[in-house]
């Protein structure tokens, strides 16, 4: 336990296929980076929740209405439970907290415990034993009291396990935030105080690193005092801090301007509320921002912190299908403790780049026509499109003009379209856009066949990412923070077509990684239909010509995708990044 000095703290975390425990991008980058850890023999442990009927099941009904329901998963068959039992106040109330032990293995055998929090206790209230049931479920306070359990038993549960000697709390997100007035309730305990010192403060920002995710005002959580103070009725200490580490109420979140077309309500931190992000900034000697740009967008939003970069990644192995993976483990030694070397790639003979896609891609087809009854066709032209459904990421950009769209299909080349994704249950705009696919699917169906795959999991993200061509994301810039699923895509050879946006940014390098949907040097200020019609320009001359006109061009692309993106935006890389920036071992 003791040669553990790092704590990586995440509401959600993806840990493998059949444990339901994370809703998207997050929790997949946090499975990721842990998976990297143990790859890197990284001495971290991980804590989360376990969420016990999980995100949601996704089911879509005849009228392209998204409805959802429990997912259900049987946590015996996955996770051990572990000794050690702490509690937590909340209202004044005792709330009993196990945790449930579940270990990555890296390539080399090293082992990553990963600690998923469990309020489900007999003796608790019916309403605290339902704390660790939904992530991301229930109302302000039920989302309160999860990060309580997540921050504060988080810490707790660690201590009763054993685990003394961490050095660093790394917040993924700052729904993690609570962890750091745990360790300063530890600091002023050692020292024998019931409050907190200006060095307690120091002493423990030096052991907080926090890595905050989006520019989206609702992906910042925020909780009314009234809320805090309630939940925190009996911890005085909490209350007194309240004012000084949780608030900056320069509201500059509102004040950040919204370019045209943004979605940034400017109502949305009036009124006095506890800032998650604030109580973690405030808290932590190191703080990043996700990709270089939005590093840059989260300095302009939180002025007067000092913000870094490191740019997210995945998991190489976990991503690489098994046609390239036979692939690399043939032309390129010890691609999976060494990333880097995906450099290689470049020296794979073009035939063999496409036999492996070609190998994939009909998995992928034959998939969607036996479970969607698609009609889908190998040899034709196939972008797929797959992430959480919400507005900023307008998944239906390729929809804005269709007869367009039309005579593109018709004259240019043929296309086939596959989409998926969940909608947040209460984002009705992001159950919309799901209606609206299903629409469009009808209306385009003799000219371009379309399917919308329900739930959208790591085991279809795998199939996606590696069985289309090409990987499209069409976001408002600048929402996108990084975006991972294209790296996915770039580690199979599938070039991205997206918006220059996150990600994208630092790994297109136009017609030789992909394409880039951007109006000449009018990035942020261009508007949906500007972007729209930017996406048909170079759909038309640029990525369907290649795809059919010149597939050497095409294959040189993809080993460009291996070489230079699937070399670079892994985790791999990007945890030696946090090692030598964030955590110094
Ligand atoms: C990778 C992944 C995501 C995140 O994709 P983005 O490109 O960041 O939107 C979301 N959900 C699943 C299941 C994934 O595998």
């Avoid at 809703?23 to 990721?32: F, I, K, Y």
């Avoid at 320069?250 to 301007?257: D, G, I, R």
């Avoid at 912190?305 to 483990?329: M, Q």
């Avoid at 469009?440 to 289309?468: F, H, Q, T, W």
Wanted: hydrophobic letters at 40%.
């Amino acid at each position: 336990m003791n040669d553990r000095s790092i704590a990586y703290f995440s509401m959600e975390i993806a840990v493998e296929d059949g444990i339901p425990t994370y809703s998207g991008g997050l929790g997949v980058l946090a499975g990721d980076t842990l998976r990297s850890a143990a790859d890197l023999k990284i001495p971290m442990v991980a804590i989360s929740l376990l969420h016990r009927k999980g995100y949601f099941f996704q089911k879509i009904d005849h009228n392209g209405w998204q409805t959802e329901q429990p997912a259900e998963w049987v946590v015996n068959d996955f996770l051990s439970e572990e000794e050690p039992e702490i509690s937590i106040s909340i209202e004044n109330r005792k709330v009993r907290i196990r945790a449930w032990r579940y270990e990555i293995t890296g390539v080399g055998g090293y082992k990553i415990p990963v600690y998923l929090l469990d309020s489900d206790l007999a003796g608790n209230s019916e309403w605290d034993r339902s704390l660790t049931h939904f992530l991301y479920g229930g109302d302000e306070k039920y989302r309160f009291c999860q990060e309580v359990i997540l921050g504060i038993g988080g810490v707790r549960i660690l201590r009763a396990i054993g685990y003394n000697g961490i050095k660093r709390f790394h917040m993924n997100e700052g729904h993690a935030a609570l962890l750091a007035l745990e360790l300063l309730d530890e600091e002023a305990g050692k020292a024998g105080r019931n409050f907190v010192s200006e060095s307690d403060i120091k002493t423990v920002k030096n052991k907080c690193v926090f890595t905050t995710h989006t520019p989206v005002p609702a992906g910042h959580d925020q909780f009314p005092f009234e809320l805090f103070s309630t939940i925190f009725q009996d911890r005085q200490d909490f209350i007194d801090m309240r004012d000084c580490l949780c608030v900056e109420l320069a509201n500059n979140m509102s004040e950040h301007k919204a370019e045209p077309g943004h979605i940034i309500p400017s109502n949305h931190v009036q009124g006095k509320t506890i800032n998650m992000t604030y109580l973690a900034l405030n808290l932590s000697h190191y703080v990043n921002g996700v990709a270089k740009k939005h590093g840059e967008v989260s300095r302009s939003i939180f002025p007067g912190h000092v913000i870094d970069a490191i740019t997210n990644g995945v998991h190489a192995a976990t991503w690489v299908s098994w046609p390239f993976r036979d692939l690399y483990n043939r032309y390129i030694a010890g691609w999976c403790q060494d990333n880097f070397s995906l450099r290689y790639a470049l020296g794979i003979p073009p035939n063999e780049i496409w036999g492996a896609h070609m190998k994939v891609k009909k998995e992928l087809i034959s998939y969607v026509n036996r479970e969607a009854n698609a009609g889908m066709d190998k040899d034709v032209l196939t972008l797929c499109f797959a992430r959480r459904m919400t507005a900023y990421k307008r998944a239906d950009l390729i929809f804005s003009d269709i007869e367009r769209l039309k005579n593109i299909s018709k004259n240019a080349g043929s296309l086939q379209l596959i989409f998926a994704g969940k909608a947040h249950p209460k984002d009705q705009e992001g159950k919309q856009i799901i209606r609206r696919i299903l629409d469009m699917k009808e209306l385009l169906k003799a000219e371009i066949r379309i399917s919308y795959l329900p739930n959208y999991d790591m085991r279809l993200a795998k199939m996606l990412v590696s069985g289309g061509d090409v990987w499209m994301n069409t976001p408002q810039p600048p929402m996108e923070a990084s975006g991972t699923s294209g790296m996915k895509a770039a580690l199979n050879g599938v070039p991205s077509f997206s918006i220059l946006d996150g990600w994208w940014i630092e790994g297109c390098i136009e017609g030789v990684t992909g394409w880039s949907i951007e109006e000449e040097g009018k990035r942020e200020t261009a508007n949906m239909e500007n972007n729209a019609l930017s996406l048909y320009e170079k759909l038309e001359h640029s990525v369907i010509p290649a795809f059919y006109n010149n597939r050497d061009r095409f294959i040189e692309i993809m080993r460009h995708a291996i070489a230079l993106n699937g070399s670079f935006f892994n985790t791999q890389r990007m945890l030696q990044q946090y090692v030598t920036n964030a955590y110094f071992l």
